[in-house]
């Protein structure tokens, strides 16, 4: 064999080789480009459409309650006209884009009138019964979705019954998420009852729920499944024949090129050599740019041949590619806020004003609102200030009295507000102005605690339905956050205070003795202790009874807080004893104010009004630090020796701790 063709044919090999690998690449790529897309259309198919039914869900009792809620419901109702009641029920149902069924019942659970639509579900299939709806426990059934009972009551009857509203989750249902070449089936268990597919029957498939899975509907597709409640699934499928089609008809051209290729190849072996390599040295370059995540590099495209054209795709494929990891990185981007912002709301659960402010942003992140507002009550009740704003003017200071504009409006209706709306409130002068508003209440305790508004300058960028639910479910956790906070001050306040006088508790006290001690010893400073007990308080218990006993205790701490100082520390000890902490105070001023408490407890008999009075007196033991000494133990120790001498020498007097002997034993 000559060089020549030697040449040729290495030449041949060489370049040919590397084509046929790269048409099958492109085969590849293009049919597994088309499968993943196929298969990624399944998830958003399923999320709009899932989507869609939680919406449904959520405003189906709302709707059944408005439209029931009215007074012709209510006279209807009162009459008992049933055909009327029935035509009015039909026109209920008919104007209504989500309720399907509506059922009355009287007051012993029989049904009174009902109205249902005609469901669309795969023929042969038993639609459920309206006395089935009505008698399910569960909210979610085979097929449609129904309220809980909600009571009929009418003014001077009381409750004369209830009404259940349900809707159908049916073909016609999935029609209305039905999106780009996926279907959407309702499958009940493994079996598939209604669907966007023309069947002709139930079709049994085996559902793998969070994964990809072969269905046979009608033809083999490939499908994924997303549970709904009760026993429903929502299936999503495309079907598997068109991408096969294309793979097949793109390997016929493919190799039709191949063919061709080769015979110009060996006619002009030597002078297309290096034209024809590097082309896919550039390729090759390319594609490696893109699996590095280079999207910035450029394959040029030198001619319209096969090269050319897959220069062209992995172009096109590379601009995509890049968009989608835009995308990818901007809903990253969007997620990671959200979990900043419900970490700072985690984290700030006992910070009212930093809660606030993360709800505040978030909600403003949420909606894309270019501005947004917490408006908060005064201390009366009777108007809002803005606590917390975001792009706002900040001059926007004054209060919006109850009733008044949008805020005011909201906190007096308890009601949410979208606007522009026709015959929505309007805007007070005290609050910023924009086009286009939302407005919620934020509930704790089952009262209104604060008003969230958002805002928008651009009046062609309305908000809309998604937007207020979005809003209101901020809110709602708001709510929550807030009886958190509430519950943990309380929980905060219960544990240091005494739950019977309200005065603090042995660990309050001690607390506050760490920081006087520490203060006292740092500067040199005296400070005293002051042990009480009441004088045969046992007596009086036994005498007029314990809860007599509480008052007279609970009357004693106000007395005795009456007669402190702010600074000085009052707390409860156990039993009828309790314990003052007077910072800055030696022995001397400790007892004069323990003559003042004994004076003010002896001047006047302790009654309620009907009550026989009773005289209280209280002995009291006086310690102080550096002299009867330097912890808590001893300090406490030596005003109880103070007290138990106070005791023995005849009760009602104030006594000066002597120093401890070596073997005294101390009284308790």
Known sequence: MSLQRRLTLYFVLIVM???????????????????RRAVLSLRPALDSATVSYNGRVEILEPEVRSRVGSRRFARLIARGDDAQLQAHLESIVRDSDVLNVLIIRNDNGEIRSMVATQPDFVPGYQVP??????ASPQKEGDGFVRTASIP????GRGRVGDVIGATWVDGAYLAQSLRDDVSLSLAIGNTVVASTLPLNGAVNISIRSGDRFMADLGESSLAE?????????????????PLASVSRRLLLPMLGVLVLALLVTSALALLLARHLTQPLEELTAGALAIAEGRFDHHIPVRSRDEVGQLSAVFNEMRDRLSLTYTQLSSSRDQLQRAVRRVGETLRSTHDLNQMFGSILNTAADAVEADAAALWRFTPTRDALHPALTVGVDGSIKDAVHIGEGIVGFVAERATSVLLPSSGGPRSSRREPTFPTTIAVPIYSEDRIAAVLAAYRRDESRPFNREDLDTILFLAEQGGVAIENVLLHEEAQRLSLTDGLTGTWNRRYFQMQFRQVLATATRFDRPFSFLMLDLDHFKRANDTYGHQRGDAILIEFSRRVKKALREVDTFARYGGEEFIVLLPETDEEGAFTTGEKIREAIRSQPFASLGDEPVPVTVSIGVASYPSHGDSFQTLVEAADRALYAAKLAGRDRVMVADQPGPNLKVAR
């Open 225 to 241: 499944a997303q549970k709904l409640g009760g026993d429903m699934s929502l299936v999503a499928a495309t079907p598997e024949a």
């Open 152 to 155: 009929l009551v009418i003014d």
């Open 17 to 35: 080789l590397p084509l046929a690998a790269a048409a099958f690449g492109v085969q590849q790529v293009v049919g597994g480009e088309l499968e």
């Open 129 to 134: 019964e309206i006395a089935d709806i009505a």
